[in-house]
């Protein structure tokens, strides 16, 4: 028998010497638990698995071809973040490993090195340029085909996906208008891109195939003949079981290919719109090949957390550039590229403006005061900027040797955090909060004026359409419910 610690997911056996221990007080179960931040991460493993069942479900139970788009998008976006979590899981078990197998803590060692701020990472206004041929586009010429495409992104093991769009050769590009945030990354962090696509007439040309192939045998072998052979094919095709000469499909519903896929990292980003090359991952002969120009334009931006919370604060005494004998006392808080001095705290937590502030950069140059000081005189910090040929120096006091530390600490630490971080903290880049996923009640549709005209009359009720209008528009309970779930936990 054993005993399962549900909330660290160990297992001891029961009358176990290992169990006795624990008892005893000699060994602490958390010693063997797993790591808060593993925990959360198992956490969302289940929730993906128990996701990505209810995506199984759902696409059983889808009627529509819209309902089985969005199921099997459901189902690929929870199996990519399953992979992603199971691998993020497995380089953290061989991390501690390592450190458990590897130096003791009170062996002595080299100081750990400085490591960045994180930040956050959002990409918006994504928009795809399609290259269609004169024909297609402008003549209006060959079959009309329609695409069903996504983007799938990655940032470390967090995934997020867009929303749906249809694409025929109406368009001259794909607009997402998603914003994608990612509140978890670093300075050295990969933004992976994946475009994925499923063209809507290979499901409609294997459905029809039976009922096409039934009227070319019954045409060409006779009429008895003919009638023979198409009643063992509409009853096979009705009974379940796949019509011959047609093999059984793998795995249920649409397929989606990828398409395309490119990788941003720091150097791409910039408070604007920019183009960026993509990969292209189809050629023509693909049957879900759309007709991509290569690039992606996307407005990339990056917010690190040194340029939106206060790194520092406390009481301080500047001496301003000028001014050999006043000395402000003062409450300082050390934030993204200033130090905001107010006249009391309460003035930082209400929005009231400073007294005065003095600029940090990464041309700032920073001083302590002597180390062999007296014991009696005060702890300075000096500030100083240069504007054109004048140079500015603001003074510093600090009350105790550990406060003066603690400064100098929080301004080389900001100095490390521009050098990698580089143009993300030249000004703070505007991020808009993402709106809220919702279930999606038809699958979003672009394309000319045509399709967003809307019929002013109505249709009569009983009238022939109205069955067909009706099982358009109707969803069963089950699929809402599962559509419902899936979104709300987005």
Request: charged share 25%.
């Amino acid at each position: 028998m054993f005993s399962r610690n549900h909330r660290s997911r160990v297992t001891v056996a029961r009358g176990s010497a290992l169990e006795m221990e624990f008892k005893r007080g000699r060994f602490r179960l958390s010693l063997f638990s797993d790591p808060p931040e593993d925990t959360e991460l198992q956490r969302k493993l289940d929730h993906e698995i128990r996701m990505r069942e209810g995506a199984c479900k759902l696409l059983a139970a889808c009627s529509q071809r819209e309902q089985a788009l969005e199921a099997t998008k459901s189902l690929l976006v929870c199996n990519s973040r399953i992979l992603s979590y199971m691998g993020e899981l497995q380089r953290r078990k061989e991390a501690q490993v390592l450190r458990k197998t590897g130096r003791r803590p009170s062996d002595s060692g080299p100081p750990a090195e400085r490591s960045p701020c994180r930040g956050r990472v959002c990409i918006s206004d994504l928009r795809i340029p399609l290259m269609w041929k004169d024909t297609e586009y402008f003549k209006n010429k060959g079959d009309l085909h329609r695409w069903a495409v996504f983007l799938l992104l990655q940032l470390g093991e967090h995934i997020q996906d867009t929303e749906m769009i249809l694409v025929d050769r109406t368009l001259t590009d794909i607009s997402f208008q998603n914003n994608v945030l990612f509140t978890e990354a670093g300075p050295d962090f990969e933004l992976r891109l994946e475009l994925y696509g499923a063209c809507l007439e290979e499901e409609g040309a294997l459905a029809g195939a039976p009922k096409r192939l039934a009227t070319k045998l019954s045409s060409s072998l006779g009429r008895s003949s003919g009638r023979r052979v198409r009643a063992s094919l509409e009853s096979a095709s009705g009974s379940g079981s796949s019509p011959i000469l047609l093999p059984t499909p793998a795995v249920g519903g649409p397929r989606y290919h990828l398409l395309a896929h490119t990788t941003l990292t720091l150097a791409a980003v910039q408070d604007g719109f920019r183009t960026h090359d993509l990969t292209l991952a189809s050629h023509e002969e693909n049957p879900a090949w759309l007709p991509l120009y290569g690039s992606v334009c996307c407005r990339l931006v990056a917010q690190p957390l040194c340029m939106t919370q206060p790194t520092a604060s406390g009481t301080l005494r500047v001496q301003q550039a000028g001014e050999l004998q006043d000395w402000a006392r003062v409450h300082g808080v050390l934030k993204g590229t200033s130090l905001f001095c107010y006249r009391q705290p309460e003035d930082a937590d209400t929005g009231e403006e400073p007294l005065f502030t003095i600029a940090i950069n990464k041309e700032t140059r920073v001083r302590a005061g002597e180390p062999d000081q007296a014991a009696g005189r005060p702890l300075t910090l000096s500030i100083s900027n240069r504007y054109g040929e004048d140079e500015v120096t603001h003074t510093l006091q600090t009350e105790s040797r550990g406060a003066l530390h603690s400064w100098m600490e929080a301004l080389w630490q900001l100095f490390f955090d521009m050098s990698q971080w580089k143009q993300c903290c030249d000004e703070i880049m505007k991020i808009e909060t993402p709106a809220p996923r919702k279930p999606p009640q038809v699958l979003a549709k672009q394309g000319s004026l045509y399709h967003e005209m809307v019929l002013s009359e109505p249709m009569a009720p009983g009238g022939p359409g109205e069955g067909l209008l009706l099982q358009d528009n109707t969803i069963s309970a089950e699929i809402r419910a599962l559509l419902s779930s899936y979104y709300s936990d987005r």
